[in-house]
């Protein structure tokens, strides 16, 4: 249950009052999602959501609701952030920042192997369309992230945990320095794209988002997306997702070179992070949800294996 921020029906209704949206008819907290306050919201014109903002600082957020917007408008499936009548997308309510987006139909996927064309088709239009979108932020969990964080944690990780992460290290450090770069998602796992009757209807989530290598987006969204039932990427379905992908956006050979050795960073970042959240929330809960950063590890060593790595 992750409604921290509670709205009543007037303070719903004050919030429309400066947008051309229409008028209060209902809200209804989201349960889903962890980090944010979201509401369904009906008005008699459209179907909304309302995202108030628990942890980012209003200086942070003109980057991803511009983002957003200018995603909308070159035609990819990401739910539009909606104006005020003054032009500005932000609103303050009760000291937090908030905005209203678009709700899209449709809902997440439980399983992924129906879908992966259409996700790896969306995600090379929308590498398409943010390289014209000027705004900077570096990605926040690149790889000095990854190092800055490993460093952190590496004392405290088991003697064979530590052998994992220096090799993982070991396999990152022969990436080419320079591969073409823009804004990505950065975090595009299943429980981020809404489906409705197998049409991908929006990704959302975008609050990783930044710049870095178009191809480590790809190999963390192949990381999630291509799983079999035993959670080990199978390779027809990354031959399906890179075959889809470069249908609209094709890789050069670095880029193609680069993306195994990728997905072993995107392997490494999620293992970490997952065990950051471990450590810091305790296991999953009610009102917290915690992956399990043992099946991305494990992910991790499979996938140094089949680069010739034994552990
Ligand atoms: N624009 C939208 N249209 C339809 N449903 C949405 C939209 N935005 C969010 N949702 C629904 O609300 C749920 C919670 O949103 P989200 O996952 O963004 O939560 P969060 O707390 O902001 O982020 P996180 O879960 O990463 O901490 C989603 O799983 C989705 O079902
Ligand atoms: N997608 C992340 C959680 C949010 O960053 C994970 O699966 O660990």
Redesign the pocket.
């Known amino acids: 249950m ?1 409604v921290y921020t509670e709205l009543n029906k007037h303070e719903v209704s004050s919030l429309l009052s400066h947008y051309d949206l229409g008028g209060y008819v209902s809200h209804q907290g ?1 349960s ?7 509401y ?1 919201v009906s008005t008699d014109q459209h179907e909304l ?1 309302l ?1 108030i903002f628990e942890k980012h600082s209003f200086e942070e957020l003109p980057f991803f609701v511009e983002l957003g917007e200018h995603l909308h408008k070159h035609h990819c499936s990401v ?1 539009q952030p909606y104006r005020q009548a003054d032009g500005q997308f932000i609103f303050t309510i009760k000291g937090k920042p908030g905005v209203f ?8 996927v439980e399983h992924t192997q129906p879908y992966i064309e259409a996700i790896a088709t969306a995600l090379a239009k929308v590498h398409l369309a943010t390289a014209e979108f000027n705004a900077q932020r570096e990605h926040s969990h690149g790889l000095a992230w990854v190092k800055r964080t490993l460093a952190q944690i590496q004392p405290t990780l088991a003697e064979n945990e530590q052998i994992i992460a220096s090799k993982a290290i070991e396999h990152i450090s022969q990436l080419p320095t320079s591969l073409p770069q823009g804004v990505i998602h950065a ?1 595009l796992f299943h ?2 794209a ?1 489906f409705d009757q197998q049409k991908l ?2 990704i ?2 975008w ?1 990783f988002a930044g710049i870095d290598s178009y191809a480590l987006d790809i190999a963390i969204t192949l990381n999630d997306w291509c799983l079999n039932d035993d959670d080990a990427v199978f390779a027809d379905n990354q031959v399906r997702f890179m075959a889809a992908y470069q249908s609209v956006r094709p890789l050069s050979k670095d880029e193609l070179q680069a993306v195994p050795i990728l997905q072993v960073q995107s392997g490494l970042r999620f293992w970490l992070s997952r065990l950051l959240a471990q450590r810091e929330h305790g296991a999953s809960s009610e009102a917290i ?1 915690v992956k399990d950063p043992e099946l991305m590890k494990r992910l991790l060593v499979r996938l140094m294996s089949s680069l010739g790595t034994i552990l």
């Open positions: 992750s989201i889903a999602g962890v980090e944010n306050t979201n369904f959501v995202t739910p987006f678009e709700r899209v139909s449709g809902g997440h975090d429980d981020n809404l209807s929006g959302i989530d609050y949800t």
